[in-house]
């Protein structure tokens, strides 16, 4: 089977590629992309930024490699409170959401994987299928995360619902794969919606910059979302290395 995966950057990807084979840059017009072999897929990896419309684009600069499904892919905030930090979370469906007000303009399903949910994956990390809520923006308050989760959604990501579109367009399958690495209960310090510019890519040193006006909150918060990063990451490839579509 060939499968298309679409994050937003490279990081979200770096557990997976350590579990595949013959790896190698792909020649697709996007920021980031690689070609693989994984769990007996033939897999194309690409990144393209941040929101629905990076990662629509990132779809159809991938037609030439004719996928027989479309997973969106990488990392989320956590709506509900139960969920943790390196939680995975399978859509059961995507709903665009604009603006701060949570409402909903449309809505796609999405396929679960065949051996959801796998014995071996609940002895080392915790798996959760839901609704996820898809918005143009960093959801960075605990309150608007209250408001979202009041829709049914169990978590917040950019970029499914530019997917899920593409995906449906092309009469592909569409699955959506998550890691948490924000909770439904804390607010960020760094403004993160600041400091995304128009192509999709954070503006690290306005982060740094901003981040220097209250080193003592800021800075420790940067470190500990790099170390959430890092293990959602290595947590999506184990669980790609054991899942079937």
Same mark, same amino acid.
């Given at each position: ?12 990807? #770096? ?10 840059p ?17 897999v ?7 929101g ?8 159809d600069?991938?037609a %030439?490699?004719?996928?027989? !499904?479309?997973? %969106? ?12 930090v ?11 959401? #604009?603006?701060k007000?949570?409402c909903?303009t449309s ?16 002895r080392?990390?915790?798996v ?10 960093? !959801?960075?308050?605990?309150q608007?995360?209250?408001r979202?989760?009041?829709?049914? !959604?169990?978590a ?17 399958p569409?699955h ?5 690495t924000?909770?439904a ?9 600041? !400091?995304?510019? %128009?192509?999709?890519?954070?503006? #690290? ?6 981040? $220097?006006?209250?080193p ?8 500990? $979302?790099?170390n ?9 490839g ?8």
């Open positions: 089977m060939r499968l298309l995966l679409v994050a937003s950057d490279p990081m979200e990807f #770096t557990g997976i590629v350590a579990h595949a084979q013959d790896s190698q792909a020649l697709v017009r996007v920021d980031w992309a690689c070609s693989a072999r994984l769990a007996g897929h033939d194309l990896l690409v990144a393209n930024g941040v629905s419309k990076r990662a629509a684009a990132a779809v600069a991938s %030439s490699f004719r996928p027989d !499904a479309v997973i %969106s892919t990488g990392f989320c905030g956590a709506l509900a409170e139960d969920l943790k390196g939680d995975i979370v399978v859509g059961t469906c995507i709903a665009k959401h #604009t603006g007000d949570a909903s809505t796609w399903p999405a396929q679960q994987p065949e051996c959801l949910p796998g014995q071996g994956w609940r080392r990390f915790r959760r299928s839901g609704p996820i809520c898809s918005i143009d923006h960093v !959801a960075q308050t605990s608007e995360k209250r979202l989760h009041l829709t049914g !959604a169990c917040v990501e950019m970029e499914a619902a530019g997917v899920a579109e593409r995906a449906q367009a092309l009469g592909l569409f959506c794969v998550k890691a948490v924000d909770l209960g804390e607010t960020m310090a760094n403004d993160f919606n600041a !400091a995304l510019r %128009s192509d999709g890519h954070f503006d #690290t040193m306005l982060i740094l910059r901003g981040s $220097l006006r209250h003592a909150i800021r800075i420790p918060e940067l470190l500990r $979302l790099r959430r990063c890092v293990r959602a990451a290595r947590i999506l184990e669980f790609f290395a054991d899942c079937r579509f």
